[in-house]
């Protein structure tokens, strides 16, 4: 009989802990890390040969919204192409469930905005086979799938549950009793196995609004609210928070503290528990709003408090068109223009006594552009705007004497909305990228937002991209601490079982690969949504193989059939 199931042969095991690599051979069975050092192919039923390459830990992706995808795609890509095998969802207390049968379209309408998600595609892909936040676990676990899921309690549909819709976005104080009850509810999930919960905050003029421009209710949240549930965490002592504020609801001045960052301390006060504060985002303009960030999280390790930063270690570029656009939601005059009907969306944004205001934008700098100038036209349909493909904005405005705004406006509505923009990223300096990697005030990176803003977006790939810019062709950090970020020190914050290292006794998540093969594919257009939907997806190359819970679910960027993923309650 086989002493392993899988042995591993003649690789660099990095392990995820720091310590320095080494070369062995990796022994599993049953699902776990059996043996690690000198050990031979006949002991085992099957093995890969490593020779030349990296075997690490798989890696740990704290923020996805694959909530539907998973209904859909058991590998959850386009994550899982780029050596992510765990992945927490939930986040931004977006999720479905506890949904009343009533208000499913209303929470399906809700995703197409906010993370953008295909109505079609929820529609057609979404089994909706549960109404509470226990059976929809059962329902997840119930999947066969090709990642490990582990569950937040989100915020917004508990509000809604305990409020009703109408009360829940007239954003007044829960009661007593309300409070009461969302506590009962979260220690029921947490009982049934979710780690923790988050929420996402970002006031009445939030950058991610509801599908009618409306704030989330969980932007209108009162701080109360948050703290008695945090209570619920410190009480269990166990768990953990994800939370989201954007730099610009900070405070740039000096050593002082926004309102934002004394509530994150306050909650880690009261919680005791890990809080995972998004997102430190390089914006090359203004490197003070990362500075700053860096300072205060800093300060936060300094009191004892477990906030962690999360980096944004990829390059902020996005392909839209306004037919699938949501991210200068927090201007009230485009997010108004930008909610409707298609045609009623193509007047809006055509009306010339609403231009002065959307001109406006020009006054914006963040996540997206900081300039509408700087935008280039990839692709419109009708022949006579063909002239302007692979222009930039601010070209086109120069040579026939128009405001930016107007003609990235009249080029959108001649096009029907189909015109095709992409925004250059924001952050590519490398000083302001490695000073934001270096400090230990992020010690976790990702934020794939993977499963979301599905048209415009490929952020699953950050695990390829880091290692290749940051670890390989610029020496900003080595290879043993990228592991620890990408792997180890995600799973410990959100409290992930034996995940995330190379150890004996750990499951076995493994990820091999060529580091000097390593890339991301071009994007490029994938039609293979439900619902007759497409995507934008980027792939990988350079991973020989990943290993999910001591089985093989891709060999050479091709999935091999096996789905051994687990929910993973409890962090188990």
Not at 83 to 112: D, H, Q, W, Y
Not at 356 to 385: A, H, K
Request: charged share 25%.
């Amino acid at each position: 009989m086989a002493e392993f199931d899988l042995v591993i042969t003649g690789g660099m095991v990095i392990d995820g802990t720091r310590m320095p690599r080494y070369r062995a051979d990796v022994g599993v069975k049953d699902g776990k890390i059996a043996k690690i050092g000198h050990l031979k192919k006949h002991q085992a039923k099957s093995s890969i040969d490593a020779y030349g390459l990296n075997v690490v830990p798989g890696f740990v992706d704290l923020h996805t919204h694959y909530d539907a995808q998973l209904f859909w795609d058991p590998y959850c890509t386009i994550s899982s192409w780029h050596g992510v095998t765990s992945v927490v969802i939930g986040n931004c207390g977006f999720g479905f469930a506890p949904v009343k049968p009533e208000l499913r379209e209303r929470a399906m309408l809700t995703m197409t905005r906010t993370e953008a998600i295909p109505y079609a595609s929820m529609k057609a892909g979404m089994p909706w086979n549960w109404v509470t936040y226990p059976e929809f676990l059962d329902s997840v676990e119930h999947r066969k799938m090709g990642i490990n899921l582990l569950p937040f309690m989100p915020l917004a549909p508990l509000l809604v549950w305990v409020m009703g819709l109408d009360d829940a976005k007239s954003g007044r104080v829960p009661t007593d009793q309300e409070h009461a009850e969302m506590k009962r509810l979260l220690h029921e999930a947490m009982d049934h196995g979710a780690c923790g919960w988050s929420a996402q905050r970002l006031g009445r003029n939030s950058v991610q609004a509801d599908f009618d421009g409306s704030p989330m209710v969980t932007d209108i949240m009162h701080d109360a609210t948050a703290l008695e549930l945090a209570s619920v965490l410190g009480e269990r002592n166990e768990g953990f928070i994800q939370m989201t504020y954007l730099p610009e609801n900070m405070s740039y001045e000096g050593d002082s503290e926004s309102h934002a960052e004394r509530h994150y301390e306050d909650l880690a006060r009261v919680s005791g528990r890990p809080i995972l504060y998004n997102v430190v985002l390089v914006n090359d303009a203004h490197p003070d709003r990362f500075r700053h960030q860096l300072h205060w999280l800093d300060a936060c390790r300094r009191k004892g408090l477990r906030v962690y930063g999360q980096a944004e270690t990829m390059e902020q570029n996005f392909a839209f068109t306004f037919k699938d656009w949501n991210l200068w939601d927090d201007m009230p005059a485009w997010r108004e223009c930008t909610v409707g009907k298609i045609e009623d969306r193509l007047l809006k944004l055509a009306d010339p006594e609403r231009r002065p205001e959307l001109r406006r934008i020009e006054e914006m700098t963040g996540l997206v552009t900081n300039s509408v100038r700087d935008i280039i036209v990839l692709e419109c349909r009708q022949p006579e705007l063909k002239k302007y493909e692979n222009q930039a904005i601010g070209e086109i405005a120069d040579a026939e004497r128009k405001h930016p705004v107007d003609v990235l406006l009249d080029i959108a509505v001649a096009d029907s909305l189909n015109a095709e923009f992409y925004t250059p990223s924001i952050n590519q300096k490398l000083e302001h990228m490695s000073e934001m990697i270096k400090s230990e005030a992020v010690p976790i990176f990702g934020l794939s937002d993977g499963g979301a803003h599905t048209k415009f977006f490929t952020g699953g790939r950050y695990a390829t991209e880091t290692l290749v810019k940051f670890a390989r062709d610029n020496p900003v950090i080595s290879l043993e601490e990228a592991h620890w970020r990408l792997s180890a020190h995600p799973a410990l914050c959100a409290g992930f079982r034996n995940r995330g290292t190379l150890i004996e006794g750990a499951a076995a998540d493994i990820v091999v690969y060529d580091l000097e093969r390593l890339k991301v594919m071009p994007m490029e257009i994938a039609h293979d949504f439900p619902g007759g939907e497409w995507r934008r997806v980027q792939r990988a190359e350079g991973y020989k193989a990943v290993v999910l819970n001591g089985e093989v679910t891709f060999e050479d960027g091709r999935e091999t059939g096996a789905l051994p993923g687990r929910l993973l309650r409890h962090g188990l």
